[in-house]
T-cell receptor, first 113, second 114 residues
Framework: GQQLNQSPQSMFIQEGEDVSMNCTSSSIFNTWLWYKQDPGEGPVLLIALYKAGELTSNGRLTAQFGITRKDSFLNISASIPSDVGIYFCAGQLGGGSNYKLTFGKGTLLTVNP | NAGVTQTPKFRILKIGQSMTLQCAQDMNHNYMYWYRQDPGMGLKLIYYSVGAGITDKGEVPNGYNVSRSTTEDFPLRLELAAPSQTSVYFC?????????????FGEGSRLTVL
């Protein structure tokens, strides 16, 4: 099946720093998504990208859908302690597979106050 | 709003026991999913359903069964529990499949098999 390579696996940063993480795939996806999972909770959608080249912001978060449709990145600016959690990228093939998301393994973010 | 509700939140099973993880959603979503999350491994799809009476296998279905008799409920059955099934299980639902990408997840059920 499809696999997403998400990096880095973990990050330790100081409050106020910017963060960047990315996902790459050998397959083309029609949709790229970024989820965040707080400790002890289920993942929550942060940003959805539907078009190659699309750049979308949600507050301090910015994500881009790669031109090749095989990659995406997520940036967090001016990190704060509540940004702590696991960030997952996910891709959707589309067409007859609209029920399936392929998830990356996650990036664990720790923010030191 | 309740959203997606999972029970139990925690459970310890002995090898060979069986149990059912319950999932209910009150958003009238057509699509429902069961994922398992193992440390550092992301989320793996176990089973999914596109509507009442319709279920299908995901990526890792072995050792599990599901049913979907109503729109609201999507229980996951573990038969003959094995240590490899120790994991955190998440139920999720969505309205238009993944066309919008937004799955709504429950809080998870942590299962340990000893």
């Amino acid at each position: 099946g499809q696999q997403l390579n998400q990096s880095p696996q973990s990050m330790f940063i100081q409050e106020g720093e910017d963060v960047s993480m990315n996902c790459t795939s050998s397959s083309i996806f029609n949709t790229w998504l970024w989820y965040k999972q707080d400790p002890g909770e289920g993942p929550v959608l942060l940003i959805a990208l539907y078009k190659a080249g699309e750049l979308t912001s949600n507050g301090r978060l910015t994500a881009q859908f790669g031109i090749t449709r095989k990659d995406s990145f997520l940036n967090i600016s001016a990190s704060i302690p509540s940004d702590v959690g696991i960030y997952f990228c996910a891709g959707q093939l589309g067409g007859g597979s609209n029920y399936k998301l392929t998830f990356g393994k996650g990036t664990l973010l720790t923010v030191n106050p | 709003n309740a959203g997606v509700t999972q029970t139990p939140k925690f459970r310890i099973l002995k090898i060979g026991q069986s149990m059912t993880l319950q999932c209910a959603q009150d958003m009238n979503h057509n699509y429902m999913y069961w994922y398992r999350q193992d440390p550092g491994m992301g989320l793996k799809l176990i089973y999914y359903s596109v509507g009442a009476g319709i279920t299908d296998k995901g990526e890792v279905p072995n050792g599990y069964n599901v049913s979907r008799s109503t729109t609201e409920d999507f229980p996951l059955r573990l038969e003959l529990a094995a240590p490899s099934q120790t994991s955190v299980y998440f139920c999720a639902s969505s309205y238009l499949g993944t066309l919008t990408g937004e799955l709504f997840f429950g809080e998870g059920s942590r299962l340990t098999v000893l």
